[in-house]
C-alpha cells in the first residue's frame, strides 16, 4: 500500500502546523493516453482513492442527479476529445472504478474552486506568479501532487493538481510562462451539467484542459495570452499569466467565448502587480470577502524593491489571502522554472488572532459569495 494512502486513510499524520510538500507524479505523453496515469497507484492507495472521489462526487453532485446522469455521461463518452477521453478510460481502468464516475470526477472538480491568483514585477523586471487555490473540500488537502508532463525525454510544462483529475489548475512551461486559473463569480452545482455538455457536445474545452493545452502548445507568454482569451471554454474564469520579461503579466477575464476584459501590469504607471480572486478587478468583491484587500495592502507594505520568492509567499500566507479552505500555495517564475514550489496546507491558514480575542469565525466558502 503506497505511503501516502496509509497515511491519510489510517489518520496518521500528525496534527500540527508545519505544511508539506506534495508527492510527485510523472506523465510520458509519448505514450498511450490509457497508460499514462497508471503510476498513480503507486503514489496513492487505490482504494482511498476511490473512497475519496466519492465523497467529493457527493458533495458537489447530488446524489439524485449523479444516479440520473450516469447512464448518459456513458453515452456522451465518446464526445470527449483525446488525449482526455484515454486518459480518463486508463485512469477508470487502473482505479477499478465507474467509467462515468472518473468522467463526473472530472467535471465536478471545475467548480467551486475559490482562489486567490498574483502576478508580480520586482524593480528588476523579474516576474513573479503565486496562488492559493480553495476549495470547500479538505480531502482534497490528501489528494495534492505535482505533476511533471514528458516528451521525448525532457519535461515540456509541469503542474499541481489532483490525484484522478486531468487537468490543471496551475502549471509552468519551463523558461516561457505560468498559468493560474481562478473561478469567475459564484457558480453551483446544476450549473455542472450545463458546463459538461458544453464541454462535450459544443466541443468547449474545460477551463483546466485549456490550461494544459496552452502549456503544451503555446510558444510564449503573448501565445499563451492569445490562447487563453480566445478559445471557447465551458464556464467563466480569470486566467492570470507571468511570463520571463518585464512586462508580460496580465489577467484574462472570461466568458464562455471569449475576454471580457485583459488587465495587463502597468510598472511605469505603478501596476507592478495585479491581484485577482473570483470577482471581475474593476467591481467591489463582497462585503465579507476581504482577500483581494488585504493581499494589495500586503505587496504594497513589502514594495516592488523587495519582492522576491520568499515575501511572496509570505503574501500568500497572510489570512485572510490564505484561509480555512485552502488547499495549496504555489509560487514560480517562468524564468528560473526550477523555483516552483507548491506546499499543502494541512490546516489551511486559521485566523489566529480572530480565535484569540473574538467569537468571529473564520473565512469560508460561504463569506465569499453572497
Keep these: 500500500m503506497a505511503v501516502w494512502g496509509i497515511l491519510f486513510l489510517f489518520g496518521l499524520v500528525v496534527w500540527c502546523r508545519a505544511d508539506v510538500n506534495p508527492p510527485s507524479l510523472h506523465i510520458n505523453l509519448d505514450e498511450d493516453p490509457e497508460l499514462r496515469w497508471a503510476s498513480l497507484v503507486k503514489v496513492f492507495d ?61 467535471f465536478a472538480y471545475e467548480i467551486s474552486a475559490f482562489c486567490t491568483s498574483i502576478v508580480a ?9 503565486g496562488r492559493n487555490l480553495d476549495y470547500p473540500h479538505p480531502i482534497l488537502r490528501n489528494l495534492t501532487l505535482n505533476v511533471y508532463f514528458h516528451k521525448n525525454g525532457e519535461v515540456v510544462y509541469h503542474g499541481t493538481s489532483f490525484a484522478g483529475y486531468v487537468g490543471l489548475w496551475t502549471g509552468q512551461s519551463p523558461y516561457k510562462f505560468t498559468i493560474s486559473g481562478d473561478q469567475r463569480g459564484a457558480d453551483h452545482w446544476w450549473n455542472w451539467w450545463k458546463n459538461m455538455v458544453s464541454a462535450l457536445l459544443l466541443r468547449r474545452s474545460p477551463v483546466s484542459w485549456l490550461v494544459r493545452e496552452t502549456l503544451e502548445n503555446a510558444e510564449n507568454f503573448q501565445d499563451a495570452v492569445i490562447r487563453l482569451s480566445k478559445i471557447p471554454i465551458i464556464t467563466g474564469v480569470y486566467y492570470i499569466v507571468g511570463g520571463v520579461r518585464a512586462g508580460e503579466g496580465a489577467v ?14 502597468d510598472p511605469v504607471n505603478g501596476g507592478w502587480f495585479r491581484v485577482e480572486t473570483n470577482f471581475d ?16 495592502k500586503a505587496l504594497n507594505a513589502t514594495g516592488q524593491d523587495h519582492i522576491n520568492m520568499d515575501t511572496f509567499y509570505q503574501v500568500l500566507s497572510l489570512y485572510p489571502v490564505c484561509n480555512g479552505i485552502t488547499i495549496y500555495t504555489t509560487t514560480m517564475t517562468a524564468a528560473h522554472p526550477e523555483k516552483y514550489h507548491t506546499l499543502i496546507r494541512l490546516q489551511g491558514c486559521p485566523n489566529t488572532e480572530l480565535k484569540a480575542i473574538s ?3 473564520v473565512l469560508s466558502a460561504a463569506d465569499m459569495f453572497v
Design 46 to 106: 487505490k482504494e482511498y482513492l476511490k473512497k475519496a472521489a466519492a465523497e467529493i462526487i457527493d458533495s458537489t453532485v447530488p446524489k439524485w442527479v449523479h444516479c440520473a446522469v450516469k447512464p448518459i455521461v456513458n453515452a456522451l463518452e465518446k464526445y470527449i476529445p483525446q488525449p482526455y477521453a484515454g486518459e480518463i478510460r486508463g485512469l477508470a481502468s487502473h482505479l477499478d472504478g465507474s467509467l462515468s464516475d472518473v468522467i463526473i470526477l472530472n
Design 121 to 129: 514585477q520586482d524593480s528588476n523586471g523579474h516576474m513573479y506568479h
Design 252 to 265: 484574462i477575464t472570461r466568458d464562455r467565448m471569449g475576454p471580457t476584459d485583459i488587465w495587463p501590469l
Design 281 to 296: 478587478h474593476w467591481l467591489p468583491p463582497p462585503a465579507r470577502d476581504h482577500r483581494r484587500d488585504a493581499a494589495n
Design 359 to 361: 467569537s468571529k469565525p
